[in-house]
Structures are given as structure tokens and as C-alpha cells.
């Protein structure tokens, strides 16, 4: 099926604009974001298109049937098949993210297909329910994607995989336009008018009635498949008298029509899940322990062989030396008291202890306890990037599947074959469902690796096919990877048939050419250049990018962002829009398993470019002496000017100097600025300088950072009195910004004079303390801006004394309890984790500090972890976005009932007070320790205001 493009490329970008408007996108970071998925592959789109409702989708299909081009339908692009990939049109559904109807006594929902499967599941847990099957992707994969993939994961062997979960789809067929593709009984009325409306579909149906044997004798026989199309599911709805539509759809990788709307199976949120680790010292052993542990019902159950277990660090995991494979099995339970889940639990452990085992199973019933035992497997792939520069893995044979009980021979012929061809690899999977993922580290830009690859592809396959008598494809898709060998797993004659099905409902063979059905070699299209870059583009750091969670859209995300700035074809003109989006939140540093830091690329980036109007404004700001008077009487007048209609003047005046920071800058007249204190820190605690000199003297350094010193906002007082509290008088150095605004605006040579000069300053302290959480981070991370020599070891040694408040008020018991102070009535606070201080490793000081102080009921928020969008200046470089970024913030915020938000960062105290409002007290988490220092010496109750 060739198709024919329209002679002048630029037009489909023109014509499908005209029609759709700014939801059209084709300029170079828009077409390199989208030039790839998490699979090997790359091709450079002609044009995308962000659908926002069913009738863009029309649109943008029928405009693609007219003129012959390509049309590939995309959710969240983390498939590592190559499926959400084309030459034409990109249609990425992801602003289809809404949950339309949820029906709690009946356990289903009416769902978009842009929807993240983690969001999906949050929103459900209110009503007790749950999506079932959960792949490893799920933080950041999408609905639509789930479903056209046929996704799985490790739970799918108790709940099964999309296709035993869906009930209806809505779905633009090519050929005659929308249908409502459920399961219809042949006796109902409805279904003549479908095959009406679908004479594709009558076609399809009379070619299953007549194949039903051909198509019986070829099924798969092992536990999971989503290889070919599913006309097995067909088969078996007409023995049962009912025309099974999703079926056919899902797991059809959009090469058969576009979904819309999907209604889904929910079932019960399980009370209780029990995790339990066992490391086995025998492969062999493996085998039969699976066999038992199947027995008793377990909702997952997971592997990590030996070779995976070394490429991911043993020690990092706490994995024993002489474990051969790790096993993870889950049990959940729907009693309130959980006791059949952590009764299987008991007997697994028990059930294990009969093999050589390295150590003892470790049981884990506490969701944090639980992630930390599932966070090696969950990260895995991506993590594998760290284990060499050159060879990477590659994913060709990732998705075999044999039964369960043949898993550790097919391991052991892997192990073997691997080591014949002398390459690393690891192996891992749902163990339960037979399913292994063969994940090979390979350098493909290396001939002879290239061979083994190709050698790889075809023996493994092969092998799994003819000995095992498995499937190619359990649960990633065909794709590109894999279409060229769904004709020898099926044999002509079906292969012969799923070629129909194609045709019929999609004639002009524009929906994602290359895909499931194609003879196009699995080395086409490899994407060398990237897989020798240190990206897995899996994804994982859009499911945290602020930017990328207002846009839903690949060239506004951090894995976006990523392709753009490494392009051979950047330039900071083409992509500025782009590069000057990113907040500097680090929140993809953060989570990244394969240590890129995206955030760092773009400051090099902006380095590149220094911003002047903010250069000039960051130099001025070096010079205490002309700054500090003018914010002096900046604050002595703020009554004066911070009025709304002064506020309104001063918005217009100062437009022309903002724009010169970005086209979006403003100081907008609704924003609540802080208040301007008029006594500066330093001036109110001259005890506590050192008077400009730099004296030698040991002990506790305060770096209060800008803010906290020309800010009146109460956090500098509060961190000096909850020192004293402790007993330390800390001294206020001199200092400089710590640098992280004037990096954020490109000006390098500005941050390391400010490094050298904190550095000099800080030396002498054995400890620096900070209440903010940029500081935090920026001071940490200053190694990093010198090469090795004496400044790099004097910046080491400083950010090994760096702590944050919350640390030191979490070493000391005094800070959070109070003996003899008799229980008071309590407030709800809960914490807003500032993405700087996370960066820093700083993530369970706060929350321990506020939950142990006397008169408060911590409650931890949804979303905690998530960036407020303030982020040091964006709030005035791109207002609109940054309340765009807190809206989430805000409903968690609201949702968690908390009469207080606390936080670690006086700029994040900006954006909570401004998007908040004062609908919730915003305090810093120092305020709130010293508040309860007061009212324990005073023996009175100093709360805050209740929200009215
Ligand atoms: C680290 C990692 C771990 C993974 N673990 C698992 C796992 O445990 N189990 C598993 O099954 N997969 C796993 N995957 C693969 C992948 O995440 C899943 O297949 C996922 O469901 C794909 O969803 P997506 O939103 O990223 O879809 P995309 O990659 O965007 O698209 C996938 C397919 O769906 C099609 N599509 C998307 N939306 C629509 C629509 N509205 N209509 C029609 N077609 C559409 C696309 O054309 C494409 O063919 C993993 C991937 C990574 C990177
Ligand atoms: S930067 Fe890291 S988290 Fe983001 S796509 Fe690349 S490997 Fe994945
Ligand atoms: S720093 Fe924040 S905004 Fe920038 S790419 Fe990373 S996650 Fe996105």
C-alpha cells in the first residue's frame, strides 16, 4: 500500500492549520520532539496535531484519506516498538484526558484516551475502584496507547490484560466514520444497523465465520499474546453467539482506526497488598517455586535474572552477591483487615525457604515499604543506560512469552545464547504470565554488534516459536520492531486474513503504514545517532514536567526538550520558543533512572544566550550598596504603590523592560507580591554578621539567600530562632545570591563569581544552613560548576556541610517534641515538597519534622511532590503558565483538607500565596517548628486561623 504525498510538503501543515488552527504544529522542535518514541526508531514527522475533540480527530482522518498521507495516531509515545512514529501526520490525542462518566455500582467509566493510567487510578480511588492491568510505564503511558497496545504488567495475572477490561470504544474507522465498537449479541437490533453503517465490519465477520478453524488451530496457547490481530477473541465471541468489536480494536496499534472514548472494566481497590522479595541462589529452583507460588493466587509475580541483577547494581539494591534471580511476588486482599493477603504472603515466604535462597524473603504490607521493593523493576529499562557509554539496550526480542513453567529453560538457552555471542543482557518479566523481557546491551553503530542483533532477532524468535511453542509479542505490540515476523509466527494463510481486516477497514492503508502489518525489515529506520546518546527516551521525565503536564504536548517536555537541544540541527533561533519554556524545577534530574539531567542541557543552552535586561538587573543586584537602598524604598513606599491601580501603572510602565526578559514577562497587577522588608535580615540581626569580614571562626553558618533577607516574610527570623532553639547561635556570613535565578537567565560568568565569593565566605563554617530550598540545591550542586583542582574539592567540601532546616530540625528531638506539654487540639498541615529540595535529596526531613510537632495533624497530599510552577522568577516570566502549573497543585492542596500548606522555600511561599489566596495558610516549615517551640514554653495556643 503505497501512499502518495502531496507534492508541496509544506502544504499539509497549511491546509490541516486553516482548518484546525494553532492545534497544528510543524516547526523543528515540534518535528524532532516527535520524531521519536521509546523504541530504537526514528522518523521525522511532516506535521502534528494536538486533537482536542472528536471532530478534530474527523478532521485531521479525513484530511489524511483525501490526500493519501499517513496518519499515526500517539498518546504518550513510551511503546518501544516504534508504533507512535510516521513520516505524516502525528495525531497526538493526549488533551482527550478526561474522565467523562464513572459508574461506581456497575465498576466501569467512560474514559479519554489521553489519560495517564497512574491518573486514571488516582482518581478512581475515591470510589474504591481500579483500572487493572498496570505496565511499568504507568506513571507516564496513556490510555489510548494501553489499549491499542493490548498493554499489560505485572498485575495482570490476576486482573488480565486491557483486552479482558474493556467494554465499549468509541473508534473513527477510516472508511465509514464512527463506531461504537462493543460486544454485540447477534440477536441484538443495534448490531444490523452497525454492519450497515460498517460493511467492513460485515466482511470481517463473514471472514472469521469462515476461518474459525484455521484461526482456532493458530492461537497461541501460552498466556498472554498481542501479536497479529486479534481474531482469536473474534472466534470466540461468534461461538458464543455476540460480535466482539473491542476485541478486533484493541491491541490494533491505530493501523485500524482512531479511538475516541473507551468504556472500561473497574474493579475493587484491594484493602491490603502484601509484597514479598525472595532472592534465589539456583535458576533452576525458580522454575518449580513458580509453579507452587501460582497456587496460591498472586496478583504479580516478577523476575530479575542474574545478569539483570549486576547491570543494575547489586549493591544499590541491596541484592545479594550470589543471588542467580530475584522474584517479586504480590498478594492483595479485599478483607478490611487484609488477613488473606498477608496469610499468602506467610505461606510464600514459607514456600520459598524450602530452596537455597541468598537471604531471608523480606514481606512489605506499607505502600512506601512496597514501591522501594518494586522500585528497581520499575525503573529497569532506563536504568540500564547507565551501565556503558557505548552499548545500550536494545529492544528487538523484548517481549517473548512461553508458559510459566518452561520460563527458567527459556532463561537458560537465553544465557546461553548471550553468551555465545559475548553480550551483556537482562532478563526479566512477569514470570507468572511466562512473559520475558530480553532486554541486550549493544552498541549498534558497531558492525559486529549490528550482526548480532540481526542474528538475535531471528534465532530467538524462531526459537520461541519452534521449541517453546510461545508467541513474539506479550504485551509491547508488533510495531515496526516486530512486523516483519507476525507472518511466520501465524503462517500465510492468517497473516493472509489480518491483511484483509487491514484493508477492509482501512483501504487507503493511511493509518500507521509500517506498523503490525508490513514487510519492512525491523533494521529500518533505527535511529543510530541516538542510541548513542545517554537518553532512553522512556518517557518517565514527562510524567513530572511541569511544562509538559499543562501542553500535552512532546515539543513542551522535558524527554522533548532532551532531542531538541542534542539535534544536530539546533539552533538556539529555532528552538528558543522551547528552550526558554523549561522552569528550572530539576524535577527531571529527580527522576530520570539513567542520570541525565535535562534541566542542565537547557542552562547550557540559555548559556549560550545570556538574557541582557536580566544580566543588567543581576549585576545591579551585585552591588548591595546601589541594590539594598532601592528595595529599601521600594518597601518603605510598597503601601503606597501595591494598590490596584498603581499596580496597574506599574504593570504597563515596566512592560517594555520585562519584554526584554521574554515575550511573556510581565509583573502582573493581580499577583500578590511578598512583602518588602524594610529592615533587611542582616540589619535586623547585626550580632550575628560578621560585618563584611570574613572571619575564621567554625561553627554554624545561617546562608539566608535573597530572599529570606529582603523578604518580610518571616522565614529568616525563623530559622535563626529554631537554631538558637537547639542551642547553635549561627553566624550571617557574607554572601551572594546563590546563583540559581541569574543561571536560569544564562549568565555563567555571573553564577561562578557569586560560587567563588560564597565559597570564600562559607569555608570556614562547619555547617551551612539554609531555608531555602534553591540554596539548598544551588550550594550542592556548585562541584559542578568548577573542573577538578582546588575549587571543585573546596565546593565538594561544602556540599557535604550543606543542610536544609528541616534536616537539622529532624536530627534534633527537641525540635519536634515537647515533654510535658499536654496534647492540644490539632490543625491539619500538609507539605508542599519545593522541587529544588527533592533535587537535593531532601525528601523525608520535612515530613518527619511536621508530623512530630505537638499540635498538628500532618496529612499528606496527592500531588506533594509536584512542581507549584512559582519556581523562583517564572512566576513573573511566564505568569499565565505558571498558574496554569498550580492549578493541580491547588486541587490537591484543597482535596487534603489542610487548614495549612508548609513548605521549604520562600519562593515557592510566593506562588502558594499567590494561587491560594488565603483560602490556605501558607507557612514556612521553620515558622511552624518555631510556632511550636512558642506555644510549648508559653502554654499557649498560638494556632493558626482555621479556614472559614
Ligand atoms: C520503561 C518502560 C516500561 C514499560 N513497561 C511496560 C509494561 O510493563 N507493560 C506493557 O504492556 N508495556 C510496557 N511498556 C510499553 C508502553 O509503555 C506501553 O505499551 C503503553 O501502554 C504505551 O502507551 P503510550 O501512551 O505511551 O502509547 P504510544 O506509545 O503513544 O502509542 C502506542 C500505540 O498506540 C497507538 N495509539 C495511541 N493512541 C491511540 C488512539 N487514541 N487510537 C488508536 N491508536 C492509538 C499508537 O499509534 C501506537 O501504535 C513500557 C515502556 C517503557 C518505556
Ligand atoms: S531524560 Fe531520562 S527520564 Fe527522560 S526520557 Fe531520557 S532517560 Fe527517560
Ligand atoms: S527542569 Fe522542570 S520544567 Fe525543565 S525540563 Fe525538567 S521537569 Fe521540565
Redesign the pocket.
Same mark, same amino acid.
Given at each position: 500500500m503505497e501512499l502518495i504525498l502531496p507534492d508541496k510538503k509544506r502544504s499539509v501543515a497549511e491546509d490541516l492549520r486553516r482548518a484546525l488552527g494553532q492545534k497544528v504544529k510543524d516547526d523543528f522542535p515540534t518535528r524532532t520532539a516527535y520524531a521519536v518514541?521509546?523504541s530504537i526508531y526514528k522518523i521525522v514527522p511532516q506535521v502534528i496535531v494536538l486533537a482536542e475533540s472528536e471532530a478534530d480527530i474527523q478532521t485531521t482522518v479525513e484530511y489524511a484519506v483525501r490526500n493519501g498521507i499517513p496518519l499515526?495516531?500517539?498518546?504518550? !509515545?513510551?511503546?518501544?516498538?516504534g /508504533? $507512535?512514529i510516521g513520516s505524516g501526520i502525528i495525531l497526538d490525542?493526549s488533551r482527550?484526558n478526561r474522565i467523562l462518566e464513572l459508574n461506581r455500582e456497575e465498576k466501569w467509566a467512560r474514559v479519554q484516551?489521553?489519560i495517564v493510567?497512574a491518573e486514571l487510578n488516582k482518581r478512581l480511588a475515591p470510589a474504591g475502584l481500579l483500572f487493572g492491568?498496570?505496565?511499568?510505564?504507568?506513571d507516564?503511558?496513556?490510555?489510548? !496507547?494501553?489499549?491499542?497496545?493490548? /498493554? $499489560?504488567?505485572?498485575h495482570t495475572l490476576r486482573y488480565g490484560?486491557v483486552k479482558d477490561n474493556v467494554l465499549a470504544l468509541k473508534?473513527l474507522v477510516e472508511s465509514h466514520g464512527w463506531l461504537e465498537a462493543r460486544s454485540y449479541s447477534l440477536a441484538d437490533p443495534r448490531l444490523e444497523g452497525v454492519l450497515a453503517t460498517h460493511p467492513a465490519l460485515r466482511e470481517i465477520m463473514g471472514l472469521v465465520r469462515e476461518h474459525a478453524e484455521l484461526i482456532r488451530a493458530k492461537r497461541p496457547t501460552v498466556s498472554k499474546n498481542?501479536c497479529g490481530y486479534n481474531l482469536f477473541g473474534l472466534a470466540d465471541g461468534l461461538e458464543r453467539a455476540v460480535f466482539d468489536l473491542p476485541k478486533l480494536?484493541v491491541g490494533?496499534?491505530?493501523?485500524l482506526?482512531?479511538?475516541?472514548e473507551a468504556t472500561l472494566r473497574l474493579v475493587d481497590r484491594p484493602n491490603v497488598s502484601a509484597t514479598v522479595l525472595i532472592h534465589f541462589r539456583y535458576l533452576e529452583d525458580v522454575g518449580e517455586a513458580v509453579v507452587h507460588l501460582l497456587t496460591l493466587a498472586p496478583s504479580a509475580l516478577e523476575m530479575m535474572d542474574s545478569n539483570t541483577l549486576d547491570l543494575i547494581g547489586r549493591n544499590q539494591h541491596g541484592i545479594p552477591a550470589d543471588a542467580a534471580a530475584t522474584l517479586l511476588a504480590e498478594f492483595d486482599s479485599h478483607q478490611e483487615n487484609g488477613d488473606s493477603a498477608k496469610a499468602q504472603a506467610a505461606r510464600a515466604t514459607a514456600l520459598c525457604r524450602k530452596y537455597r535462597l541468598s537471604a531471608d524473603p523480606v514481606v512489605a504490607f506499607e505502600q512506601e515499604q512496597r514501591d522501594r521493593l518494586w522500585q528497581a523493576r520499575?525503573?529497569?529499562?532506563?536504568t540500564l543506560y547507565r551501565y556503558d557509554l557505548r552499548k545500550k539496550p536494545i529492544n528487538y526480542v523484548d517481549d517473548v512469552v512461553v508458559r510459566a513453567e518452561q520460563l527458567s529453560e527459556l532463561i537458560r538457552y537465553l544465557e546461553e545464547f548471550f553468551k555465545g555471542q559475548r553480550v551483556p543482557v537482562a532478563i526479566f518479566g512477569?514470570i507468572g504470565n511466562g512473559n520475558a523481557h530480553i532486554v541486550p546491551l549493544l552498541d549498534v553503530n558497531d558492525p559486529n554488534d549490528f550482526a548480532r542483533m540481526v542474528e538475535g532477532y531471528r534465532d530467538i524468535h524462531q526459537t520461541v516459536l519452534s521449541r517453546f511453542g510461545g508467541s513474539i509479542c506479550?504485551?509491547?505490540?508488533d510495531?515496526r520492531v516486530r512486523a516483519e515476523f507476525v507472518r511466520r509466527m501465524f503462517g500465510e494463510e492468517l497473516y493472509g486474513l489480518f491483511v484483509r481486516v487491514k484493508q477492509s477497514l482501512d483501504p487507503r492503508g493511511v493509518l500507521?503504514p509500517g506498523?503490525k502489518i508490513s514487510d519492512t525489515p525491523f533494521t529500518q529506520h533505527i535511529d543510530y545517532t541516538r542510541l548513542s546518546k545517554a537518553c532512553?527516551?522512556?518517557?518517565?521525565c514527562n510524567s513530572v514536567c511541569p511544562v509538559y503536564d499543562v501542553f500535552q504536548s512532546e515539543d513542551m517536555s522535558s524527554r522533548g526538550w532532551f532531542e531538541i537541544v542534542t539535534s544536530k540541527d539546533y539552533s538556539y533561533l529555532n528552538s528558543k520558543r522551547v528552550v526558554e519554556a523549561c522552569l528550572n524545577c530539576k524535577s527531571c534530574r529527580t527522576i530520570c533512572p539513567a542520570d541525565v539531567d535535562v534541566s542542565d542541557l537547557i542552562l547550557k543552552r540559555r548559556a549560550e544566550h545570556p538574557n541582557r535586561m536580566a544580566g543588567i538587573i543581576f549585576a545591579l543586584h551585585a552591588r548591595p550598596w546601589v541594590f539594598e537602598p532601592l528595595l529599601k524604598i521600594a518597601a518603605r513606599t510598597q503601601p503606597l504603590w501595591d494598590r490596584p491601580r498603581p499596580r496597574a501603572w506599574l504593570e504597563w510602565l515596566t512592560r517594555p523592560l520585562m519584554q526584554r526578559i521574554a515575550d511573556t514577562a510581565r509583573l502582573p497587577r493581580e499577583m500578590i507580591l511578598p512583602r518588602l522588608a524594610t529592615r533587611h535580615l542582616r540589619d535586623r540581626y547585626p550580632e550575628l554578621t560578621t560585618n563584611g569580614r570574613m572571619e575564621k571562626k567554625p561553627g554554624t553558618a545561617y546562608f539566608h539567600g535573597c530572599a529570606a533577607n529582603y523578604f518580610d516574610d518571616g522565614v529568616g527570623d525563623a530559622v535563626i530562632a529554631v537554631l538558637r532553639r537547639q542551642g547553635i547561635e549561627p553566624a550571617l556570613p557574607p554572601q551572594r545570591c546563590s546563583g540559581t535565578p541569574i543561571q536560569t537567565y544564562g549568565h555563567l560568568k555571573l553564577v561562578m563569581e557569586g560560587a567563588r565569593y560564597n565559597l570564600s565566605s562559607l569555608d570556614p563554617y562547619d555547617t551551612v544552613v539554609t531555608g531555602c530550598a534553591s540554596c539548598t540545591l544551588m550550594l550542592k550542586d556548585y562541584p559542578r560548576l568548577f573542573e577538578a583542582g582546588p575549587e571543585r574539592e573546596a565546593a565538594e567540601r561544602l556540599a557535604r556541610r550543606v543542610k536544609h532546616i528541616s534536616e537539622v530540625a529532624a536530627e534534633s528531638k527537641r525540635a519536634t517534641t515537647h515533654e510535658g506539654v499536654a496534647p492540644r487540639a490539632t490543625y491539619k498541615v500538609t507539605y508542599h515538597s519545593s522541587c529544588h529540595l527533592r533535587a537535593a535529596g531532601v525528601t523525608e526531613a520535612p515530613r518527619q519534622v511536621l508530623a512530630g510537632l505537638p499540635d498538628v495533624e500532618y496529612v499528606e497530599m496527592q500531588d506533594a511532590d509536584r512542581c507549584a510552577g512559582g519556581a523562583g522568577t517564572y512566576i513573573l516570566k511566564d505568569y499565565d503558565t505558571a498558574l496554569k502549573v498550580f492549578e493541580r497543585k491547588q486541587r490537591a492542596i484543597e482535596a487534603s483538607g489542610a487548614e495549612v500548606v508548609a513548605t521549604s522555600c520562600p519562593a515557592c511561599m510566593i506562588q502558594l500565596n499567590n494561587g491560594l489566596r488565603g483560602k490556605v495558610r501558607v507557612k514556612h516549615i521553620a515558622e511552624l517548628v518555631r510556632e511550636s517551640y512558642e506555644t510549648a514554653n508559653e502554654s499557649k495556643v498560638d494556632r493558626p486561623s482555621s479556614k472559614s
Open positions: 518514541d521509546a499515526t495516531p500517539r498518546a504518550a !509515545g513510551t511503546n518501544l516498538t /508504533s $507512535a490525542i482527550l484516551p489521553g493510567y492491568p498496570d505496565p511499568s510505564s504507568g507516564i503511558c496513556k490510555l489510548g !496507547g494501553m489499549l491499542a497496545n493490548n /498493554s $499489560a504488567g505485572p490484560s473508534v498481542s480494536f490494533s496499534e491505530g493501523t482506526g482512531i479511538i475516541s520499575k525503573a529497569l529499562y532506563p512477569h506479550g504485551e509491547h505490540g510495531g500507521n506498523v532512553a527516551t522512556c518517557g518517565k
